[in-house]
């Protein structure tokens, strides 16, 4: 497993989407809806995979969210440093910050995102099974 570049995985009713996008946006936060991400070759499998696990993970608590769209939001220039390729080169632990302004955006569109607090990673490099993650 190669270098991953942190995101959280979220919900986004659909006419929240843009809304959502350029919120985070001010925070140098990056948002990919996963249909279209550029790490993902499938992206209509990959999207009804992920949102079918995230619904059936909360048992009933958002089933109404089965249709939203499943998007990742990363960290960009301002939290990372970047490598000549343009991948992502974290310099250490993400700051505490960059966790802060995060929640806060998702908290601020309440009821049209379903999220966990919590990050994964995404690569970030070239692989035989990912096209890799270059942010410019």
Known sequence: MGP???VATVLVEPGAVADLELRVMTDDLWMWPVRTA???LDGPRMEFQLRRRMVEQRR???DH???W???WIGFGDAWHEFGPDGN???SGPLPWAAHQRLWTALDEFGT???YRRRLSGIP???TTEWPGLTLS
Do not use: E, I, N
Request: proline share 17%.
């Open 4 to 6: 991953r570049h942190l």
């Open 38 to 40: 550029p790490v993902v």
């Open 60 to 62: 009933g608590a958002w």
């Open 65 to 67: 969210a089965a249709d």
């Open 69 to 71: 769209t499943p998007a």
């Open 88 to 90: 992502v080169r974290p």
């Open 112 to 114: 049209s995102v379903r």
């Open 124 to 126: 970030t490099v070239p």
